[in-house]
C-alpha cells in the first residue's frame, strides 16, 4: 500500500499557513490537474491528492485532528463523503471556464457501482474510563448485528420466485442519481429502493429478510483500544459491518469512545488534573503528603510557605501520547482546608498565633 503524503507537502504550504494561503495553492495545483484539462493518466489520482489535502486543511476541526494524530486521526474519524463535505470547492472554481463533471471516482477512489454493493456501515458507542486511556484496553464486546439470512442464502430473493425484472430499475438493482455542492456534481449510483437491488419485483423478495438479505443477530467483536485515545474519536474496523444483499461485502463498522467522567482526576488534553486539601500548619511548615495518580500512590513534597492554590507538577504521571512516545504530566493544587469545628484550646492557640504572627 502507497503511503499517504504530508498534506501540507502536497499543497507546498507551510504548517503555519494561513486559510487564504491554503486556498490559493489548490486553486493553482486544482487547475493544472483537473481532469477536464488535464488528460495524462496520472492527473486523476493527483486532482483527488491535492482535493483531499484541502478538504482536509481548510477545515478547522480536520486540520486540527490531521495536525494532532496524522493520516490516521483523519482516516479513522471521517468516512470519504465526510472528509469532502464542507469544503468550499464552489468559489475556487469559479469563473475557471470549464464544468468540475462527474469525477466521483476521482475524489473518493472507488467506482461508484463498487460502492453500491458495498453493505451499510454501523455505529457502536462504547464509553470506557480513564484508566482504560491510560494502559489501553482489549475488550470483547457483544452488539446488535447482522448476518446473511439462512432462508434465501443472503440472496433476498425468494427461493422458487421467477426472474421478472423490476421496473424501477429496469433489473439493474441500481439506480443513478446525480447530487450538486455547487460547481461540483457527483454521479453515484445507489440501491434500487424498490428492489433493494435483486433486480426483481418486491413480492419475490425473500420474506424472513425482506430483500435485505441479512437479519439482525447478536455479534461479538474484539476491540483492541489504544492508549492515550480521545473522547470521541472513531475506532473503524473495517468490514464489520452489515453485509450488502447483493454480493454479501459487509461495511465497516465505527466504534465511538466516550470517556467516562473521573471521580478524582479532570483531563486536559495528556495532562491530569487533581485538587487537595491540606492543613493551614503543612502550608507554613511544609510537609510530605500522598498523592493518588492513575499508576498508583506517589510522595509529593510541599515546602514550608506554599501558599494555598499552588500547582505542582508531577512528570509522566499523565496520559500516553496518542502518537509518539512519553506521557502527559499530572498537576496537584493544594488548597488550605480551613477547620469548621474547633475546641476552646485551638481556639486560643490560633488566636496567640495570630497575635504572633502581627508582631
Known amino acids: 500500500m502507497t503511503k499517504k503524503r504530508d498534506y501540507y507537502e502536497v499543497l507546498n504550504v507551510s504548517k503555519d499557513a494561513s486559510k487564504e494561503d491554503i486556498k ?31 478538504a482536509v486543511l481548510s477545515d478547522d476541526e480536520k486540520r486540527s485532528q490531521y495536525d494532532r494524530f496524522g493520516h490516521e486521526g483523519i482516516n479513522g474519524r471521517y468516512t470519504p463523503e465526510d472528509i469532502f463535505r464542507g469544503a ?13 463533471g ?24 462504547l464509553p470506557i474510563t480513564l484508566e482504560d486511556v ?38 439493474n438493482g441500481e439506480i443513478k442519481i446525480v447530487r450538486t455542492f455547487g460547481f461540483m456534481r457527483f454521479a453515484e449510483v445507489q440501491v434500487c429502493p424498490k428492489c433493494r437491488g435483486k433486480g426483481v419485483p418486491a413480492k419475490n423478495l425473500c420474506g424472513a429478510c425482506k430483500g435485505a438479505g441479512a437479519v439482525q443477530s447478536l455479534r461479538k467483536i474484539m476491540l483492541n483500544i489504544p492508549a492515550g485515545i480521545e473522547e470521541g474519536y472513531n475506532l473503524r474496523l473495517a468490514g ?9 461485502q459487509r461495511g465497516d463498522l465505527y466504534v465511538v469512545l466516550h470517556v467516562k467522567p473521573h471521580k478524582l482526576f479532570v483531563r486536559r488534553g495528556d495532562h491530569i488534573y487533581y485538587q ?13 503528603i500522598s498523592v493518588p495518580t492513575l499508576y498508583g500512590e506517589t ?35 493544594v488548597t488550605a482546608e480551613t477547620p469548621t469545628k474547633m475546641s476552646q484550646k485551638q481556639k486560643e492557640l490560633f488566636a496567640a498565633l495570630e497575635e504572633e504572627i502581627k508582631d
Open 24 to 54: 490559493k495553492a489548490y486553486r493553482k495545483l486544482a487547475l493544472k490537474y483537473h481532469p477536464d484539462r488535464n488528460k495524462a493518466p496520472e492527473a486523476e489520482s493527483q486532482f483527488k491528492e491535492i482535493s483531499e489535502a484541502y
Open 88 to 100: 468550499d470547492f464552489e468559489s475556487i472554481f469559479r469563473g475557471a471556464g470549464f464544468g468540475v
Open 102 to 125: 462527474d469525477i466521483l471516482d476521482a475524489l473518493f477512489g472507488r467506482s461508484s457501482r463498487s460502492s453500491s454493493q458495498r453493505g451499510a456501515d454501523l455505529r457502536y458507542d
Open 134 to 171: 491510560a494502559f489501553g484496553l482489549k475488550k470483547e464486546v457483544q452488539m446488535l448485528g447482522f448476518e446473511s439470512c439462512s432462508t434465501c442464502g443472503g440472496s433476498g430473493v425468494k427461493p422458487g420466485a421467477d426472474s421478472r425484472k423490476c421496473p424501477e430499475c429496469d433489473g
Open 240 to 248: 464489520e459491518g452489515a453485509p450488502s444483499n447483493t454480493t454479501g
Open 276 to 288: 487537595t486539601k491540606v492543613g493551614f500548619p503543612q502550608l507554613a511548615l511544609g510537609a510530605k
Open 299 to 333: 510522595k509529593l513534597k510541599i515546602p514550608a510557605g506554599t501558599q494555598t492554590g499552588t500547582l505542582f507538577k508531577l512528570r509522566n504521571k499523565g496520559l500516553p501520547h496518542f502518537h509518539g512516545f512519553g506521557k502527559g504530566d499530572q498537576f496537584v493544587e
